[in-house]
Structure formats: C-alpha cells, structure tokens
C-alpha cells in the first residue's frame, strides 16, 4: 500500500492541461491566411503553458505555429527576442514564410557568410544590440555561437558527479565490474575534456548566447538532437544509444540557460517525428523540456526513469546478415504507460493524422520484392559465415568486425555491384525494378507533367567516377528517352539559391524526377504540388525516416487526390533485418505519438509498425521465418484488439461502480430539490389568487404583483421592484460577485457578476438554485424571473429524461461487461502455435544454415553489439553534416571460414586502395 501511495503521489496526482486557442487574433498578421484550430491551440500551449513540443503530423503547419507563438508573445510583452534554429537549408524558407505570415516583421536571417570566421563576431554583435521580433539561423550556426565557460565548467562537473554516483551505487550493489570499467572510462574522458576546457584557449573572441539578450528559443526539426549525452549501467541492451553529440550537448546548456531565465516557458520545440529511433529519444526531450519534473520525480539518472517505465525483453530476431538468428535484450516492453504519457503531454502537444484530419491525397503503398541473384546469395551465405566468426572472435577486428559486415549487407541487398563493380548488372535487382516504375510512371503521366521522387541514403553520388546507383538509373533513364532536363540530383543544388530555383521547378513539374537521400530531401521540403509518387530505394534505421520521406508527398498542396508510394526490397538478404530493426523502433513511438490513451503496459505495434513486419516478412527466404513472421502480425494485432477490450471494461467497471451511481444520486437528489421548489412556487401563486379574488371592483397593480424584497425593502409595486432590481446590480463587483439582495415568490434572490461573460445573473434558491441573466429591460428582468419559475415542470421532465438514459445505460453496460473477448480462441491459438515456431528456431541454434548468435555470450563492453541499432545508416564514408553514406568502395576478408567461393575475388577489389589477399593492411585501418 505504502509503495502505490508513493507512485500515485508521484505520477498518478495530475492531468495535462488542454489548451484552447479558439480565443487568439494574430494582431498584424496577414489576413489572406487564417490558421487552423490545432495551429491556434499550439500558440495557446506556447503562451499559457512551459515550455513545449510541437509534436505535430508531418505537413501539419507547425512553422506558422511557431511564428504565431513568437509574435504574440513578444506583442503581450511575454518575450523580447525570440532566436529560431532552423535547418541549415531552410533558413531562406523560414525568412519567406515568416514575412508570408507576418508582412511587417522585423527579422535578421542569417547566412552562411554570418558565421564564417571574420563575420561571426559582427553578426553576434547585431543580434545582441538589435531590436528583432525574431533571427533566424541555421542549427550549426547556433553551435557555433558559444555558451559561457563556466556554464560548460558546471554542466561538466555535473556529469562527473551522476558517473561517480553510478559506480558507487554498482559497488554497494556488488554489481558488474564491466559496468564500472565502462563507466569510468566515460569519467576519464569527461575529466579530458574538462582539463581542455580549463587550460584551452578559445578560438575568437565572440559574443556568448547569454550576452544575446534571447530569452525565447524555437528549435525546428528538433529531432536532429537526438543524441545527448547518456549513463547507463545497463549492458548489452540494443537500443540504447550512448554516443554523444557535441551540437546535443551544446543545446542542452542553452535550454538549461533559458529554462532558468524564463522559469521553463522559453524553449520550443517542434518536429514531426520527436521520438524517430528508440525509447531513450523520449527521456532526452523530457531532459530538454522537463529537467524540473524529471528532478522532482528522482527521474533525472536514465535507470531510474526506465525502472519506471520500461522493461527489457529478450526475444529471437533475424541476424543482420539474413541467414541466421540471434537472441537480442531490447527495451520491447513498457509500463505505466499512462502515467508516463500524462507527464510527457504536460509539454508535448501532439497532433496526429486522425486528429486534425488535413486534407491531403489518399496514399498508397506498395512493396515491390525481387529475388536475389546467385551471386547475392553467395555473398549473403559469406555474411553469415564471417559474422559467425567476428562473433567467436576468430577473427582479428582489423581484419573484419560488424560494422564493416553490416556495410556489405546493406550494399549486397541494394546492388551487387557495390561490392565489386565489375559484376554484372542484375536484370532482376531492385535497382532496375525501380527504373521500370519509375519510367512507367513518367510515361503514364506525360500530359499532366506530374512528377516523382526516388529516395536512397545509401550510394549517393560523388565526383570520383565511382558506381552509385543514382548515376546508374539517371543513365538508364535517359537511355529510355527521358530529357536530361527533367532529372535531378538535390545533391547538385549546393547553394540556397539553387535549391529554391530547383525545388520550383519541379512545382512546376519542369523537373519530373528528382533524386535525393531523406537528410537533404526530407524534412522541410515542400514539391508536393504535382507529386504523383515517391520511391524508398533503400530501408534506413530510422521509422522517422519513412514518415518524412512519406510527408513530401502525402501533404497539403498535393493536387493529386491520389499518390503511391513503392517500397523496394530483395528477399533473402540484409533488408529483412533493415525492416525488423524498423518494426522494433516503430513499437514504442506508436505508443507515444497516438490520439489513443495508451493502456497500463504493451509491446504491441499498431498499423505502421505491422506494415513494416510484413515487409520484413516478404523478405524472409526461411518458411519458418516467413510463418512466424505472420503470426507475429496476427498475434499483435490480436493483442491490441484484446489490450482495447480490456480497457473499456475497465472503463465500464469505472462507470457502473463509481459514475453511474454518482449521476444518479445526484439526478434523484435534483427531481427531489424541483418537486419541493415547484410546490412552493404552487403555494405563492395560490396565495396571488386568494389576494386577487379579495379585492372589490376590479384587479390594481399591486394585485397582480407578488411583491418583490430588495436590500430590505418590500415593493408592492412591479415598476419600482424592477428599477430596484436594477439598481442593486451596482452593488456587485468582481471582489464581492455573488450578493444576496432579498426575496421572490418566496425564493431568495441574489446577484451574481461574471467578469468572463461580462453579464449580470440573478439567482433564485429553493432547494436548488436558477440562474437567470439580466438585461438593461427593466420590466423584461421581471419576466424572466417569472418565465423560470413557470419553467419548473419543464426542467423536471429533462431530469426525470436523464435519469432515465442514465439508468439505460446502466443495464446496457452490464451487458457489456459480461462479454467475453470475441477472439479468445483464435489469439491463443495463435500464441501456441508461435511459441512452437520460435522453439523450432531456437531449436536451429547448434546447426544447419540457421545459427543462431547470441551476443550476451561475449565478455567486454558492448561496443559491436551498439552498431546494428546506431542512429546511422553505417557506410564507410559518413557525411556528418548531411547526414547521409556515400558508396566508397572498402576492400573487406574473405570468406571467415576460408572457403573458396566467388567472394574470394571479388573482395581484393579496390579503387584507390592497396589490399592484399582481400585484407585490409594496419596503415589503411
């Protein structure tokens, strides 16, 4: 009992405000745009809430939301200058649609010129002495303007403080050593960089945040700061990234400054997709937004928070290379999901599909599935064999290791001729399967000049004259007879200044296929309006990923009703595993970003996650694998039928034990109030009656008038009663709104004030109390009073109504209750028969093709089991800035148990490079 006190004190003691901007005038806003109602009650959270999170649909409009929220804040005097971080290319876009809504504005943009080295300190200087209703700057812009020394001094010495913490309670706990190890070689690191810090000399001489003079912060996108820094003494849990961003940390020290300047109402966020890769996103925008709740609740360290509400699973899955399988440990379970959401919706205003219902096209979707060719599936088998041995460790990490194995896997189930190209080309790849569409599509579609978009983060194009398949299906293409003018690379739009130009020709539908990886053609670029289809090439980690690639298309603008969207994947190879991590990412998010209330626990998917299964499903070369995969589906969705069956029973058990028999009370307690009011407004009119009938020659005034007692003085007379009445009004003010002035019809009146309303009531108490609003008519007041009195029977037939639906509703939820799961049966048939197929699997652990790898069997830290479930589509040239691979060729081993195949060749291949036997040499590593 003592510990569901606790809890419930904790996390169980509030609800999150709604916030209703159906008030909000944008003063000096354009009036050719008008805002929705979800747009105004975001501005409503900004202004009357803390600080807040735009979790809004792809394509919902949250960038006027933002500029609405700044320019009324500073209007009612809430803020000064507001500092917007904008992606790096959407800088000229925001200062567009900004002065679109708000022509008058007066904002500082900056570009890329502003933060180079000689311009930065000028540019620091004019944002802190200027007075701007906003500055817009792009997210490594804001990097670059640094935070004071001795806030980074304090935060580091905070980190050191939480590690020391940890290993201490690890010790007292006798808990792993490896866990220890690991996170005092994280100390050691942070006492590095702290010593750098102290004895380091800072590169120029710029103006710190705190010296802006900012005291609103708008992060759009804010997804791309995703990875702060995290402790953990948990091992071997996929899932949990503990990387560490240098721009995270950066943001973190800001919003902590802003927070204490504005008392946590000065830091909004907004993005489409808050929680993109897996559960430790959340808890990081809760330590953006929430640190204070997070501190009151003893949820600042990660271990408590997950104790809370998360819980480890470990389950059979798919091994990267696509032939075997491997236990994983990953948070799949999640508990007190109320609660948890209750204090993440305290901040996160969320705006799904189904709530605001926007009008944009139908989309749908198709998987296109090809069979490998031999050579893929020679390689994939090569896969395996040399994962078997990275895992056993028989072989030296700079020979081989998984990362470059995860590399290869991606690359075998895109092309083959990313390994080597001097292999054929595929007439069956999925490369040339999209080609086709794509074709068809242009052809189909020539008279409306409707357009396309082809995503792949992986291969993109370089100058070097290395194969990628943008160049390779662009050729192909243009062999078919498409112009040359209607192709592009976003890549070749280098500048601000090309992007707008190229992003309005394909508006225009004078560009009809554009090429682009999901980083520089995803979020924020708007061609909808002649899209007629898009193509997801490659699977990345991220289901954020998808929907933003899925949000340029199926958007407002689209003049289209209908659009297609074609997933592409080769069956038997690493896009199985893509799509699995994909699914297992998609479990909690949908949970969190759902209109729904969330149920007390889950592990469960909804629609998106299952789509995502049943493309991992196709992809599956095993029978077993394809069966349980379907069971896997059937059994979720089962599951969540039964979690909603359960619930509303839960409500119906709620309501027939504790609403219903309070409404009926209440209901029986009104009939019984009104029965005795209506018997003494009866008892008064007789009294009128008796008076009349006793006055000789004929009925006075007086007569016809009950008489009315005000402030102590009886009125016989109905036009002086009413001028009375009148004025005791004045004798009402805010401080003193409800007065008791005197008597009618044997009723006490009073007066009430409602400064909401800005009206005057009148209040008549008999054993209930009716309201009554006043106007400047005197003897019309006099009427009113009247009219509620004779309304007495009216009001009780609606009680006696209500009652009466109260009690149907009743019996009916009865019935209800006593009706069992209609699909009892058939989930647990289902379950039996999937616990049989995942034993069989098991089964396949000690032999055959099947092997099973199990990666807690591994001593050391968890460093290679991190790399599969990275925030990074792994390649072997990662671009930081643009978040994306280009499709550089890395000599790689030979087959791990040193058969000979057709790998052996092909591995030793190298453009550039000097490989020996296929190895790579130290030097090169």
């Known amino acids: 009992m003592a510990l569901t006190q606790t809890y419930n004190e904790m996390f169980n003691s509030f609800r999150p405000r709604e916030y209703d901007g159906s008030h909000i005038t944008l003063s000096a806003a354009s009036p050719e745009i008008s805002l929705r109602q979800h747009q105004l009650n975001a501005i409503a959270h900004v202004l009357y809430g803390g600080n807040t999170l735009l979790a809004h649909e792809v394509g919902a409009g949250k960038t006027f939301a933002m500029i609405g929220a700044a320019m009324e804040s500073k209007r009612l005097g809430l803020c000064q200058k507001s500092l917007f971080a904008v992606p790096n290319h959407l800088t000229e876009q925001w200062a567009s649609e900004f002065l679109r809504l708000y022509p008058s504005a007066n904002i500082l943009v900056a570009t890329k010129r502003d933060f180079e080295m000689r311009n930065r300190r000028k540019f620091s200087s004019k944002i802190a002495t200027g007075d701007y209703d906003a500055i817009i700057i792009g997210h490594s812009q804001l990097e670059k303007i640094p935070i004071s020394k001795e806030r980074q001094l304090r935060l580091l010495n905070e980190q050191i403080h939480e590690i020391e913490e940890g290993i201490r309670e690890i010790n007292e706990a006798n808990g792993d050593r490896t866990s220890v190890k690991r996170l005092a070689k994280t100390k050691?690191?942070?006492?590095?960089?702290?010593?750098?810090?102290?004895?380091?000399?800072?590169?120029?001489?710029?103006?710190?945040?705190?010296?802006?003079?900012?005291?609103?912060?708008?992060?759009?996108?804010?997804?791309?700061?995703?990875?702060?820094?995290?402790y953990t003494k948990m091992r071997n849990v996929a899932g949990l990234s503990t990387t560490e961003a240098q721009k995270?940390?950066?943001?973190?020290?800001?919003?902590?400054?802003?927070?204490?300047?504005?008392?946590?109402?000065?830091?909004?966020?907004?993005?489409?997709?808050?929680?993109?890769?897996?559960?430790?996103?959340?808890?990081?925008?809760?330590?953006?937004?929430?640190?204070?709740?997070?501190?009151?609740?003893?949820?600042?360290?990660?271990?408590?928070?997950?104790?809370?509400?998360?819980?480890?699973?470990?389950?059979?899955?798919?091994?990267?290379?696509?032939?075997?399988?491997?236990?994983?440990?990953?948070?799949?379970?999640?508990?007190?999901?109320?609660?948890?959401?209750?204090?993440?919706?305290?901040?996160?205003?969320?705006?799904?599909?189904?709530?605001?219902?926007?009008?944009?096209?139908?989309?749908?979707?198709?998987?296109?599935?090809?069979?490998?060719?031999?050579?893929?599936?020679?390689?994939?088998?090569?896969?395996?064999?040399?994962?078997?041995?990275?895992?056993?460790?028989?072989?030296?990490?700079?020979?081989?290791?998984?990362?470059?194995?995860?590399?290869?896997?991606?690359?075998?189930?895109?092309?083959?001729?990313?390994?080597?190209?001097?292999?054929?080309?595929?007439?069956?790849?999925?490369?040339?399967?999209?080609?086709?569409?794509?074709?068809?599509?242009?052809?189909?579609?020539?008279?409306?000049?409707?357009?396309?978009?082809?995503?792949?983060?992986?291969?993109?194009?370089?100058?070097?004259?290395?194969?990628?398949?943008?160049?390779?299906?662009?050729?192909?293409?243009?062999?078919?007879?498409?112009?040359?003018?209607?192709?592009?690379?976003?890549?070749?739009?280098?500048?601000?200044?090309?992007?707008?130009?190229?992003?309005?020709?394909?508006?225009?539908?004078?560009?009809?296929?554009?090429f682009g990886s999901t980083a520089k053609l995803g979020a924020g670029t708007n061609v909808q309006d002649k899209l007629i289809a898009t193509h997801d090439l490659d699977c990345p980690w991220r289901p954020s990923d998808l929907e933003q690639r899925a949000g340029r298309i199926v958007r407002q603008g689209n003049s289209n009703s209908d659009v297609y969207i074609y997933r592409y994947a080769t069956n038997g190879t690493f896009d199985s595993y893509l799509w699995q991590t994909v699914e297992a990412k998609q479990r909690f998010i949908s949970q969190v970003m759902s209109s729904k209330s969330?149920?007390?626990?889950?592990?469960?998917?909804?629609?998106?996650?299952?789509?995502?299964?049943?493309?991992?499903?196709?992809?599956?070369?095993?029978?077993?694998?394809?069966?349980?995969?379907?069971?896997?589906?059937?059994?979720?969705?089962?599951?969540?039928?039964?979690?909603?069956?359960?619930?509303?029973?839960?409500?119906?058990?709620?309501?027939?034990?504790?609403?219903?028999?309070?409404?009926i009370a209440e209901l029986t307690e009104r009939i019984f109030g009104i029965e005795q009011d209506m018997a003494l407004y009866s008892e008064q009119r007789s009294k009128?009656?008796?008076?009349?009938?006793?006055?000789?020659?004929?009925?006075?005034?007086?007569?016809?008038?009950?008489?009315?007692?005000?402030?102590?003085?009886?009125?016989?007379?109905?036009?002086?009663?009413?001028?009375?009445?009148?004025?005791?009004?004045?004798?009402?003010?805010?401080?003193?709104s409800d007065l008791s002035i005197g008597e009618y019809m044997g009723f006490q009146l009073s007066l009430h004030w409602s400064s909401f309303t800005q009206q005057f009531s009148a209040h008549l108490h008999g054993q209930m109390t009716y309201s009554i609003e006043l106007g400047t008519d005197a003897f019309g007041n006099i009427t009113r009073l009247n009219n509620a009195l004779a309304d007495l029977p009216k009001r009780l037939d609606g009680v006696k109504t209500q009652l009466d639906n109260i009690h149907k509703q009743a019996e009916a939820a009865k019935t209800e209750l006593q009706r069992p799961f209609p699909q009892e049966d058939e989930l647990r048939d289902k379950e039996v028969r999937l616990a049989l197929l995942n034993t069989e699997l098991n089964i396949d652990r000690n032999g055959g093709s099947n092997e099973m790898i199990d990666d807690d069997s591994r001593e050391g830290t968890n460093e290679d089991d991190t790399m599969y479930d990275g925030d990074h589509d792994?390649?072997?040239?990662?671009?930081?800035?643009?978040?994306?691979?280009?499709?550089?060729?890395?000599?790689?081993?030979?087959?791990?148990?040193?058969?000979?195949?057709?790998?052996?060749?092909?591995?030793s291949y190298s453009v550039g490079r000097h490989a020996v036997s296929g190895k790579l040499t130290v030097e090169e590593l």
């Open 188 to 230: 050691r690191s942070i006492e590095t960089r702290l010593n750098r810090l102290l004895n380091g000399q800072t590169r120029d001489d710029v103006v710190t945040f705190e010296q802006l003079g900012v005291d609103r912060l708008y992060i759009d996108e804010a997804h791309y700061y995703k990875n702060l820094f995290l």
């Open 598 to 663: 969330p149920v007390r626990s889950c592990e469960d998917v909804d629609a998106t996650a299952l789509s995502y299964a049943e493309i991992k499903a196709l992809c599956a070369g095993n029978p077993l694998i394809a069966e349980k995969m379907n069971l896997d589906i059937d059994v979720a969705k089962l599951r969540l039928l039964k979690s909603e069956h359960t619930s509303q029973r839960y409500r119906i058990e709620d309501e027939l034990h504790t609403h219903f028999p309070k409404q």
């Open 248 to 514: 995270s940390s950066d943001l973190y020290m800001k919003c902590q400054y802003i927070g204490e300047l504005t008392g946590g109402k000065g830091v909004i966020f907004a993005t489409g997709t808050p929680i993109s890769n897996s559960m430790t996103e959340m808890y990081t925008m809760q330590r953006y937004l929430q640190y204070d709740a997070l501190r009151s609740n003893r949820l600042t360290h990660f271990d408590a928070w997950a104790s809370t509400f998360g819980e480890t699973v470990t389950s059979i899955e798919l091994a990267p290379e696509g032939t075997g399988y491997r236990a994983r440990t990953r948070f799949a379970r999640f508990n007190n999901l109320p609660e948890l959401m209750y204090m993440f919706r305290d901040v996160a205003d969320i705006q799904t599909a189904d709530m605001i219902n926007l009008p944009v096209p139908t989309a749908h979707y198709e998987t296109i599935v090809v069979e490998p060719s031999e050579i893929q599936r020679e390689m994939v088998q090569a896969l395996s064999e040399r994962a078997a041995a990275v895992h056993t460790g028989h072989v030296d990490p700079r020979d081989d290791n998984m990362l470059r194995i995860t590399t290869d896997g991606r690359k075998i189930g895109l092309d083959q001729r990313l390994i080597n190209p001097l292999l054929p080309d595929f007439a069956g790849s999925k490369v040339n399967a999209c080609t086709d569409k794509v074709f068809q599509i242009w052809d189909e579609t020539k008279s409306g000049r409707l357009t396309q978009l082809v995503f792949c983060d992986f291969s993109t194009p370089n100058k070097d004259g290395r194969f990628n398949v943008y160049d390779d299906i662009k050729a192909k293409l243009l062999a078919r007879g498409i112009p040359e003018l209607e192709i592009a690379f976003i890549h070749d739009a280098d500048t601000e200044a090309r992007k707008k130009e190229l992003f309005a020709k394909v508006r225009q539908g004078k560009i009809r296929i554009l």
């Open 874 to 907: 792994y390649g072997n040239e990662y671009d930081d800035e643009n978040d994306e691979y280009e499709s550089a060729e890395v000599p790689q081993t030979v087959s791990a148990k040193g058969k000979p195949s057709i790998i052996d060749g092909l591995y």
């Open 688 to 736: 009128l009656a008796n008076t009349q009938t006793h006055i000789a020659g004929g009925t006075t005034t007086s007569a016809t008038f009950p008489g009315m007692t005000i402030n102590g003085i009886v009125y016989t007379e109905k036009e002086p009663a009413a001028k009375a009445l009148l004025e005791a009004c004045k004798g009402v003010s805010e401080l003193k």
